[in-house]
């Protein structure tokens, strides 16, 4: 992955991900991913936009929703919004999918989840 990021526990001893401040509002989306088959979904979908099946497609997990595009992925926050908070982060769908990926293998595929 081309950003860094690194695991680690929140205050009440779960999983996270630690991402940079430009895209850390795609944290919150993958961080309400629950599932090993809810995140393989997500890629699923990512896949369909870069091989043209679809030109765009949205995703919504919790009111956070991401705007999947072949080149770029827009994920939105709108408890940022209504605190006057930036709201929106871009980031290459191609790092998206990724980043999505290794949430399933590093956070919901460890026993310790």
């Known amino acids: ?6 695991i680690t526990r929140d205050p009440i001893g779960d999983l996270t991900i ?4 430009e895209i850390e509002i795609f944290q919150n989306f993958v961080g309400v991913i629950y599932t090993e088959e809810g995140a393989l979904e997500i890629v699923e979908c990512i896949d369909k936009v870069i091989d043209g099946t679809y030109e ?6 919790n ?4 705007d999947i ?3 770029e992925t827009v994920v939105h926050n ?5 605190n ?5 982060d871009t980031m290459e769908t191609n790092q998206f999918r990724e ?3 290794i949430w399933k293998d590093e956070v919901l595929g460890n026993p310790e989840y």
């Open 84 to 88: 006057d908070l930036l709201y929106e």
């Open 63 to 66: 009111g956070i929703s991401v």
């Open 18 to 21: 630690k991402l940079p401040k």
């Open 99 to 101: 980043l999505v990926l």
């Open 56 to 61: 765009h497609f949205e995703y919504s997990i």
């Open 69 to 71: 595009k072949k080149e």
């Open 1 to 6: 992955m081309n950003y860094p990021y690194k």
């Open 78 to 82: 709108p408890f940022y919004e209504q």
